[in-house]
């Protein structure tokens, strides 16, 4: 079965650093998308970024960047110059194949706090 | 503007009675999806529809059913057969079941 961990409850980052949150996943595919959402207090999900596993290059999407090792099933989020505005639950989810139909399945978040 | 709206934005279910959320998309999504968010967890998939009058059970539909009569509505029932329905739920949907999900922005459901 795909699952989807996140070893980091909570972090704390201070304004204008940078920060890396973990996720790491198991799976047999080969070709597969992973995903990170943010949900701040409003509880909406916000598509974060997206990585492709058949790509090689590392996706980024402004100061929001991911470190993705294959091999080692690992895809970590890099926030940089963080802004108060960052602060979230960030979640890492993994989109899984089942019966014709594709699924996401979600790690239990990891909250973000940034200092001013 | 385009997007997925859910209604209400809270909802407050007493014992034995079912009670529907809403979810509509003007987004021409074909697949849609209902998860069900409890506190310090990850999203959980209930029930997902790739078209219209078809749709899947996912990891937790017990005590849950849907329709799906048209493309941009997706409402989820709670039953009385669901013993614990105090949680956050949140509706999404996508282009085809390759893409991206888009989410919206939730209902709260509390028991009286």
């Known amino acids: 079965a795909q699952t989807v961990t996140q070893s980091q409850p909570e972090m704390s980052v201070q304004e204008a650093e940078t920060v890396t949150l973990s996720c790491t996943y198991d799976?047999?595919?080969?070709?597969?998308?992973l995903f990170w959402y943010k949900q701040p207090p409003s509880r909406q999900m916000i598509l974060v970024i997206r990585?492709?596993?058949?790509?090689?290059q590392n996706a980024t999407e402004n100061r929001f960047s991911v470190n993705f090792q294959k091999a080692a099933k690992s895809f970590s989020l890099k926030i940089s110059d963080s802004q108060l505005g960052d602060a979230a639950m960030y979640f890492c989810?993994?989109?899984?194949?089942?019966?014709?139909?594709?699924?996401?399945?979600f790690g239990k978040g990891t909250k973000l706090t940034v200092n001013p | 503007d385009g997007g997925i709206t859910q209604s209400p934005k809270y909802l407050f279910r007493k014992e034995g009675q079912n009670v529907t959320l809403s979810c509509e998309q003007n987004?021409?999504?074909?697949?849609m999806y209902w998860y069900r968010q409890d506190p310090g967890q990850g999203l959980r998939l209930i029930y997902y529809?790739?078209?219209?009058?078809?749709?899947q059970k996912g990891d937790i539909a017990e005590g849950y059913s849907v329709s799906r009569e048209k493309k941009e509505s997706f409402p989820l029932t709670v039953t009385s057969a669901q013993k614990n329905p105090t949680a956050f739920y949140l509706c999404?949907?996508?282009?085809?079941?390759?893409?991206?999900?888009?989410f919206g922005p939730g209902t709260r459901l509390l028991v009286l």
């Open positions: 990585q492709e596993a058949y790509k090689q």
């Open positions: 799976t047999s595919e080969s070709d597969y998308y």
């Open positions: 529809s790739q078209i219209v009058n078809d749709f």
């Open positions: 989810a993994y989109r899984r194949r089942q019966g014709g139909s594709e699924k996401l399945v």
């Open positions: 999404a949907s996508t282009r085809d079941r390759r893409e991206t999900q888009y």
């Open positions: 987004l021409n999504h074909d697949a």
